[in-house]
């Protein structure tokens, strides 16, 4: 794929959660009551941590905080979908309503407290030039295209800005193993792939470090 052909861009910790028959009926309807909304937010909470600020475990966990509610609600649909790989997701993702997702997408969207951090500090200064300046070279455009100079999304397009450096060196590393699972259905994901095939570990590193800090 030719850079000047890229539109605007780009755990076991997880619990067995249980929905009872009451809370599906709620969350039928069109409308969400504040309890129900409350009860999903706390599920939430046990993994992807205190105002969805992320967690670092044995499997990383991502920040919520801060992500654009297109771009929340859209990654549940494709849960659902299987457009992406993740069964402890797909559990979560497949008995919220419509309504509920949308709910859950606005609840975090608001919040946004400070990173997590805890990647090097030495690698920020290269990530940041990689994330502003891209590698045109391997046809890999600046990632503030279309995450925004500020990493703060737009869109479908997530928010990267104090996302967890681990989760963002897997998910880039496996992006095939885990995004655009349906060829027959592809969406936004699909922009991703060449260019996370096309980065280095030591680069995804560096970009990961940067984006870990931003607030």
């Known amino acids: ?12 910790a997880i ?6 028959a009451t809370g599906r009926a709620e969350d039928a309807g069109t409308d969400v009551s504040k309890q129900s909304l409350q009860s999903k937010i706390e599920y939430c909470k046990t993994c992807h941590g205190v105002s969805g600020q992320g ?15 297109e771009y929340i609600e859209n990654q549940l649909r494709a849960f659902i979908e299987h457009r992406r790989d993740n069964r ?3 559990t979560v993702s497949h008995v919220l309503s419509p309504a509920m997702r ?30 502003n300046e891209g590698i045109p070279d391997a046809q890999v455009p600046p990632c503030a295209t279309c995450h925004g100079p500020e990493a ?14 681990d989760y963002i060196l897997n998910k880039l590393v496996n992006w095939n ?22 980065l280095t570990k030591p680069q995804i590193e560096a970009i990961a470090a940067y984006l870990n800090y931003l607030e």
Do not use: C, W
């Open 102 to 131: 949308t709910a859950l997408a606005k609840h975090f969207s608001d919040l946004n407290p400070k990173p997590l951090g805890g990647a090097s500090k030495e690698l920020v200064a290269a990530g940041k030039k990689l994330y």
């Open 15 to 20: 619990l067995a959660i249980f929905f009872s």
């Open 152 to 165: 703060k999304g737009n869109g479908e397009f997530p928010r990267l800005a104090g996302q967890l450096n």
């Open 177 to 198: 193993k885990e995004r655009g699972q349906d060829p027959a259905n592809p969406d936004i994901s699909a922009i991703m792939q060449p260019i996370a095939h096309n």
């Open 88 to 90: 402890y997701m797909y």
């Open 55 to 69: 967690f670092h475990g044995a499997t990383p966990i991502p920040r919520l905080a801060g992500q654009p509610t």
């Open 1 to 12: 794929m030719k850079l000047s052909n890229i539109r605007l861009a780009l755990p076991t």
